[in-house]
Protein backbone atom coordinates (compact mmCIF):
# COMPACT_ATOMS: atom_id res chain seq x y z
CA UNK A 1 0.00 0.00 0.00
CA UNK A 2 0.97 3.22 -0.65
CA UNK A 3 2.33 5.13 2.42
CA UNK A 4 0.96 8.58 1.00
CA UNK A 5 -2.23 10.54 0.71
CA UNK A 6 -3.29 13.17 -1.55
CA UNK A 7 -6.33 14.91 -3.03
CA UNK A 8 -8.08 13.08 -6.04
CA UNK A 9 -8.25 15.56 -7.72
CA UNK A 10 -7.28 19.82 -8.10
CA UNK A 11 -7.85 22.55 -10.33
CA UNK A 12 -5.81 25.59 -11.18
CA UNK A 13 -5.77 28.77 -13.61
CA UNK A 14 -2.90 29.10 -16.05
CA UNK A 15 -0.22 31.44 -15.33
CA UNK A 16 -1.30 30.87 -11.10
CA UNK A 17 0.53 28.90 -8.90
CA UNK A 18 -0.05 25.23 -8.11
CA UNK A 19 0.23 24.12 -4.68
CA UNK A 20 -0.10 19.90 -4.37
CA UNK A 21 -0.16 18.85 -1.13
CA UNK A 22 0.21 15.24 0.31
CA UNK A 23 0.03 13.73 3.52
CA UNK A 24 2.93 11.15 4.82
CA UNK A 25 2.76 10.71 8.37
CA UNK A 26 4.53 7.39 8.48
CA UNK A 27 7.71 8.62 6.60
CA UNK A 28 10.95 7.09 8.43
CA UNK A 29 13.86 8.70 9.17
CA UNK A 30 15.79 7.70 6.42
CA UNK A 31 13.29 7.64 3.20
CA UNK A 32 13.09 10.72 0.53
CA UNK A 33 10.21 12.14 -0.55
CA UNK A 34 9.73 12.18 -4.36
CA UNK A 35 7.24 13.59 -6.75
CA UNK A 36 6.53 12.61 -9.98
CA UNK A 37 3.89 13.17 -12.84
CA UNK A 38 2.31 11.21 -15.66
CA UNK A 39 0.90 13.09 -18.28
CA UNK A 40 -1.84 11.06 -20.22
CA UNK A 41 -0.57 8.28 -22.54
CA UNK A 42 3.33 8.65 -21.50
CA UNK A 43 5.13 6.87 -18.81
CA UNK A 44 5.70 8.99 -15.05
CA UNK A 45 8.31 11.92 -15.00
CA UNK A 46 10.48 12.48 -12.34
CA UNK A 47 10.00 16.01 -10.74
CA UNK A 48 11.58 16.83 -7.52
CA UNK A 49 12.80 14.91 -4.07
CA UNK A 50 14.06 15.84 -0.92
CA UNK A 51 14.95 14.77 2.60
CA UNK A 52 14.10 17.41 5.43
CA UNK A 53 15.16 20.69 3.70
CA UNK A 54 12.96 22.56 0.62
CA UNK A 55 13.67 22.01 -2.83
CA UNK A 56 13.93 23.92 -5.61
CA UNK A 57 14.78 23.45 -9.51
CA UNK A 58 14.12 24.01 -13.07
CA UNK A 59 10.27 22.64 -12.87
CA UNK A 60 9.19 23.05 -9.31
CA UNK A 61 9.59 23.56 -5.31
CA UNK A 62 9.08 20.69 -2.30
CA UNK A 63 8.45 21.70 0.59
CA UNK A 64 8.49 19.96 3.59
CA UNK A 65 7.12 20.03 6.80
CA UNK A 66 9.60 20.59 9.94
CA UNK A 67 8.19 17.05 11.53
CA UNK A 68 8.14 16.18 7.62
CA UNK A 69 4.63 14.55 8.09
CA UNK A 70 3.47 16.30 4.57
CA UNK A 71 5.00 18.11 2.33
CA UNK A 72 3.47 20.64 -0.79
CA UNK A 73 4.47 20.74 -4.30
CA UNK A 74 4.71 23.93 -6.16
CA UNK A 75 4.56 24.71 -9.61
CA UNK A 76 4.98 28.76 -9.82
CA UNK A 77 3.05 29.39 -12.94
CA UNK A 78 1.33 26.55 -14.15
CA UNK A 79 0.29 26.52 -17.78
CA UNK A 80 -1.52 24.04 -19.77
CA UNK A 81 1.08 21.29 -20.59
CA UNK A 82 0.98 20.60 -16.90
CA UNK A 83 -2.18 18.81 -16.80
CA UNK A 84 -1.47 15.74 -15.81
CA UNK A 85 -1.74 13.02 -12.35
CA UNK A 86 1.06 13.91 -9.77
CA UNK A 87 2.20 11.30 -7.84
CA UNK A 88 3.57 11.43 -4.64
CA UNK A 89 5.64 9.33 -3.24
CA UNK A 90 7.94 8.43 -0.09
CA UNK A 91 11.65 5.72 -0.56
CA UNK A 92 14.76 5.44 0.64
CA UNK A 93 17.62 7.31 -1.77
CA UNK A 94 18.83 4.98 -4.32
CA UNK A 95 17.19 2.03 -6.28
CA UNK A 96 14.24 1.06 -4.01
CA UNK A 97 11.23 0.23 -5.46
CA UNK A 98 8.02 3.47 -5.98
CA UNK A 99 5.42 2.34 -4.47
CA UNK A 100 2.37 4.53 -6.37
CA UNK A 101 -0.94 5.43 -4.72
CA UNK A 102 -3.40 7.08 -6.96
CA UNK A 103 -2.20 10.26 -7.11
CA UNK A 104 -3.91 14.00 -7.47
CA UNK A 105 -5.41 14.62 -10.89
CA UNK A 106 -4.11 18.17 -11.91
CA UNK A 107 -6.16 20.25 -14.51
CA UNK A 108 -5.15 23.80 -15.29
CA UNK A 109 -8.03 25.86 -16.72
CA UNK A 110 -7.03 28.02 -19.62
CA UNK B 1 20.49 11.78 -25.44
CA UNK B 2 18.00 9.06 -26.14
CA UNK B 3 15.54 8.52 -22.92
CA UNK B 4 14.12 4.65 -22.16
CA UNK B 5 12.84 2.71 -25.38
CA UNK B 6 10.20 0.35 -25.48
CA UNK B 7 9.28 -2.16 -27.80
CA UNK B 8 6.62 -2.49 -29.25
CA UNK B 9 3.99 0.22 -28.33
CA UNK B 10 1.50 -1.96 -28.19
CA UNK B 11 0.26 -5.52 -28.66
CA UNK B 12 -2.74 -8.06 -28.77
CA UNK B 13 -1.92 -11.44 -27.48
CA UNK B 14 -4.65 -14.38 -26.80
CA UNK B 15 -5.67 -15.57 -23.38
CA UNK B 16 -2.75 -18.23 -22.70
CA UNK B 17 -0.22 -17.08 -24.65
CA UNK B 18 3.53 -15.87 -23.94
CA UNK B 19 4.30 -12.16 -24.61
CA UNK B 20 7.83 -10.68 -24.12
CA UNK B 21 8.15 -6.83 -23.98
CA UNK B 22 11.36 -5.01 -24.60
CA UNK B 23 13.14 -2.11 -23.10
CA UNK B 24 16.42 -0.29 -23.79
CA UNK B 25 17.73 2.06 -20.77
CA UNK B 26 18.70 5.34 -20.78
CA UNK B 27 22.04 5.99 -21.79
CA UNK B 28 24.65 5.32 -18.97
CA UNK B 29 21.73 4.02 -16.98
CA UNK B 30 22.19 0.04 -15.79
CA UNK B 31 19.57 -0.97 -13.62
CA UNK B 32 16.02 -1.54 -15.11
CA UNK B 33 12.61 -1.89 -12.80
CA UNK B 34 9.39 -2.96 -14.57
CA UNK B 35 5.65 -1.84 -13.23
CA UNK B 36 2.47 -2.17 -14.50
CA UNK B 37 -0.02 0.30 -14.62
CA UNK B 38 -4.03 -0.83 -14.90
CA UNK B 39 -6.62 1.30 -16.29
CA UNK B 40 -6.90 4.12 -13.95
CA UNK B 41 -4.42 3.13 -11.01
CA UNK B 42 -0.74 3.82 -10.14
CA UNK B 43 2.05 1.82 -11.46
CA UNK B 44 2.80 -1.55 -9.49
CA UNK B 45 6.22 -2.31 -9.04
CA UNK B 46 7.22 -6.15 -10.49
CA UNK B 47 10.75 -6.36 -10.64
CA UNK B 48 14.02 -4.74 -11.12
CA UNK B 49 17.20 -6.10 -12.81
CA UNK B 50 21.08 -4.90 -11.76
CA UNK B 51 23.64 -6.66 -13.11
CA UNK B 52 21.93 -9.55 -14.94
CA UNK B 53 20.27 -10.40 -11.49
CA UNK B 54 16.88 -9.81 -10.25
CA UNK B 55 17.27 -7.91 -7.14
CA UNK B 56 13.37 -7.17 -6.00
CA UNK B 57 10.06 -8.46 -6.93
CA UNK B 58 7.14 -7.26 -6.03
CA UNK B 59 4.06 -8.77 -5.61
CA UNK B 60 3.46 -10.99 -8.66
CA UNK B 61 3.01 -14.19 -9.98
CA UNK B 62 5.89 -16.39 -11.48
CA UNK B 63 4.05 -16.22 -14.70
CA UNK B 64 6.16 -12.83 -14.49
CA UNK B 65 9.67 -13.05 -15.20
CA UNK B 66 12.47 -10.81 -16.81
CA UNK B 67 16.02 -10.71 -18.24
CA UNK B 68 18.75 -8.56 -18.46
CA UNK B 69 21.92 -8.21 -20.94
CA UNK B 70 25.12 -7.10 -21.04
CA UNK B 71 24.00 -3.72 -22.54
CA UNK B 72 21.69 -3.40 -19.54
CA UNK B 73 18.73 -3.80 -22.09
CA UNK B 74 16.05 -6.01 -20.33
CA UNK B 75 12.62 -8.25 -21.63
CA UNK B 76 10.18 -8.70 -19.67
CA UNK B 77 7.99 -11.89 -20.26
CA UNK B 78 4.24 -13.11 -19.46
CA UNK B 79 3.15 -16.75 -19.66
CA UNK B 80 0.03 -17.86 -20.03
CA UNK B 81 -1.52 -14.87 -20.30
CA UNK B 82 -4.82 -13.91 -18.37
CA UNK B 83 -7.67 -11.18 -19.54
CA UNK B 84 -6.60 -9.41 -16.19
CA UNK B 85 -3.06 -8.62 -17.60
CA UNK B 86 -4.34 -6.09 -19.73
CA UNK B 87 -2.07 -3.50 -18.72
CA UNK B 88 0.19 -0.57 -19.38
CA UNK B 89 3.43 -2.02 -19.07
CA UNK B 90 6.44 0.47 -17.88
CA UNK B 91 10.37 0.32 -18.00
CA UNK B 92 12.44 2.56 -15.95
CA UNK B 93 16.22 3.17 -15.72
CA UNK B 94 18.26 4.46 -13.44
CA UNK B 95 21.72 4.56 -12.59
CA UNK B 96 22.55 2.20 -9.88
CA UNK B 97 25.11 4.73 -7.58
CA UNK B 98 23.80 8.83 -7.35
CA UNK B 99 20.70 7.47 -8.48
CA UNK B 100 18.00 10.16 -7.58
CA UNK B 101 15.14 9.53 -9.84
CA UNK B 102 13.95 7.01 -12.57
CA UNK B 103 13.26 7.84 -16.41
CA UNK B 104 10.24 5.81 -17.65
CA UNK B 105 9.78 5.18 -20.78
CA UNK B 106 5.92 5.12 -22.75
CA UNK B 107 5.37 2.01 -22.11
CA UNK B 108 3.56 -1.13 -23.86
CA UNK B 109 -0.17 -1.45 -24.08
CA UNK B 110 -1.04 -4.73 -23.76
CA UNK B 111 -4.50 -5.97 -24.51
CA UNK B 112 -5.24 -9.81 -24.13
CA UNK B 113 -8.53 -11.00 -25.53
Known amino acids: DAKTTQPPSMDCAEGRAANLPCNHS???????VYWYRQIHSQGPQYIIH???NNETNEMASLIITEDRKSSTLILPHATLRDTAVYYC???????????FGTGTRLTIIP | DAGVTQSPTHLIKTRGQQVTLRCSPK?????VSWYQQALGQGPQFIFQ???????QRGNFPDRFSGHQFPNYSSELNVNALLLGDSALYLC????????????FGSGTRLTVV
Open chain 2, 92 to 103: ASSRRTGAYGYT
Open chain 1, 26 to 32: TISGNEY
Open chain 1, 50 to 52: GLK
Open chain 1, 89 to 99: IVANFGNEKLT
Open chain 2, 27 to 31: SGHDT
Open chain 2, 49 to 55: YYEEEER
